[in-house]
């Protein structure tokens, strides 16, 4: 989806061929998401068949065909530039099932997958950020163009969602603490001891 | 690691006594040698606070030994004690670091000219520091004629000014957003780069992450530590191309770190519960 999307927004800004489509997407991103051009054709053809684009006929002299918005794509172009991303992304993330059926499995620790959770999320959060300063150096420079770069920029929406899961952790690990330090209460609908409904 | 500027060696602090005594840190160890920043996490209550004031001198330890700069706290009579906190720490506060009726340079300053240097000497010595950090143009600005992130920047020119070497950071960018406070993270970075010994509490990962080394704090013990890295070994720019004949995709294993030294006791048998690590 989001390859289709972004090759509606390049042309957008005027017809392409694919190779440039390509070309342009990578710097954009700051080549954190490689395209192979058999994608970007193949996406391209189902953008032509859904009307959306069409190929400027002509070959150049290198034999490559450039590819314009119709219409309908651009109106598709300028809706997903005003809209917002999705936000309620469905949840299933390998380390939230696994601690919710760590809380729940009598033989293991959750406070030890957590921990060990933490130091392996703490360990990448640094490296990124030796990513980041390196990106950014010199260091006696303070940042003045944070944000600007798309490596930089990438890198950092990166940063930002380690942290919220070493957040995360940490929060749960309170939780568990608070919850065990507590009486436990009974659910109000736990099976009863006798007779039927 | 030679050079250490700070070594904490089993540290206990225990406050009050009796029933009510709280052990606000239980047997911790911890080293920052120059050069070094290390940052310390934990939730609320699980000593942090206490650690900052330990490695400070504001407090004493009541068994096991800390020292600066080869100095155990313990050991000093208290003028001694206050002399080696002026001559040797600095802190930075989340907030009112600064004294409002000073400027920037007197600010600087004034741990110089408490510890009976000259005024000029002073003065000279804060410039200096200001200019280190690029920030000449607030030498003669009162607090509240700078940004909170300015106020913090000189909070650090000051914490190490003069022969001090370590400088105790707590929560140093709570107040500031997250680009002013990376701002004054990159100075902290920066004097740490240029060889002084920082210790960095605070309750932000991101901001952890500038910290060579990472300490975790819970009921007042160390429950992890992310281990030193080496020397840089990172390529400082971003056209820094691989040596002939290496790969330039990077290595595989950002995403998976080896696992810790000690690994915590995870699985139990059927039957029982893991203890908890």
Redesign the interface.
């Known amino acids: 989806m989001s390859v289709r999307q972004s090759l509606l927004a390049l042309l957008r800004e005027g017809p392409r061929y694919g190779a440039l489509l390509k070309a342009e997407f990578e710097a954009r991103t700051g080549g954190v998401w490689p395209l192979n051009v058999g994608q970007v054709y193949t996406t391209l053809a189902r953008l032509e068949r859904d009307g959306l684009v069409v190929g400027d006929g002509t070959p150049d002299d290198e034999g490559r065909i450039a590819y314009r918005l119709t219409e309908a794509g651009r109106a598709e172009a300028d809706s997903w530039w005003l809209a917002p991303v999705g936000v309620a992304e469905p949840a299933r993330d390998e380390l939230v099932i696994k601690l919710a059926l760590a809380i729940a499995t009598p033989t293991v620790d959750p406070y030890a997958v957590i921990q060990t959770q933490r130091g392996a999320t703490m360990r990448h959060l640094q490296e990124l950020t030796r990513l980041k300063l390196a990106l950014t150096a010199p260091v006696d420079a303070p940042p003045a163009s944070i944000g600007v770069d798309p490596e930089l920029l990438v890198l950092e929406h990166r940063l930002f969602a380690v942290e919220a899961q070493l957040r995360w952790l940490d929060h749960a690990e309170a939780s568990l603490a608070a919850q065990s330090a507590s009486p436990v209460v009974q659910p109000a609908h736990t099976v009863p001891t006798g007779g039927t409904p | 690691m030679s050079d250490l500027v700070l070594r904490m060696t089993d540290v206990y602090r225990v406050h009050g006594s009796g029933p009510t005594a709280v052990r606000a840190l239980d047997g911790v160890s911890l080293t920052v040698a120059a050069g070094e920043l290390v940052a310390v996490m934990g ?1 609320s209550g699980s000593g942090k606070s206490t650690l900052l004031n330990l490695a400070g001198a504001l407090d004493l330890p009541t068994a096991g030994v800390v020292e600066i700069d080869g100095q155990s706290t313990s050991s000093l009579r208290p003028a001694d004690l206050a002399a080696l906190r002026r001559r040797r720490v600095g802190v930075v506060f989340q907030d009112l670091n600064l004294i409002p009726s000073l400027t920037a340079a007197e600010n600087i300053g004034l741990p110089l000219e408490l510890d009976g240097r000259r005024v000029s000497e002073a003065r000279r010595a804060a410039v200096g520091a200001l200019h280190e950090l ?1 920030l000449d143009e607030l030498a003669d600005r009162y607090p509240d004629q700078m940004s909170g992130g300015q106020q913090q920047r000189v909070a650090i020119a000051r914490a190490l000014v003069g022969d001090r070497r370590l400088v105790l950071a707590d929560e140093p960018t709570g107040a500031l957003d997250s ?1 002013t406070g ?2 004054v993270l ?2 902290l ?2 004097r740490c ?1 240029g060889g002084a010994a920082g210790l960095l509490v605070t309750h ?3 901001h ?4 060579d080394r ?1 300490v ?1 704090l819970r009921d007042g013990r160390v ?2 530590s ?1 281990e030193a ?1 080496g020397a ?1 070994s ?5 056209h820094t191309s691989p040596p002939a004949g290496m790969p330039s995709a990077p290595p595989p294993a ?4 080896a ?2 030294a000690s ?15």
């Open positions: 939730p690029g680009l990376e701002g990159a100075v970075r920066a780069d932000e990962a991101r952890a992450a500038w910290a990472v975790y429950v992890d992310t890295y840089p990172m390529p400082r720019g971003r950002t995403t998976s770190p696992a810790p690994a915590p006791t995870l699985v139990g048998q059927p039957g029982e519960r893991a203890s908890e690590g």
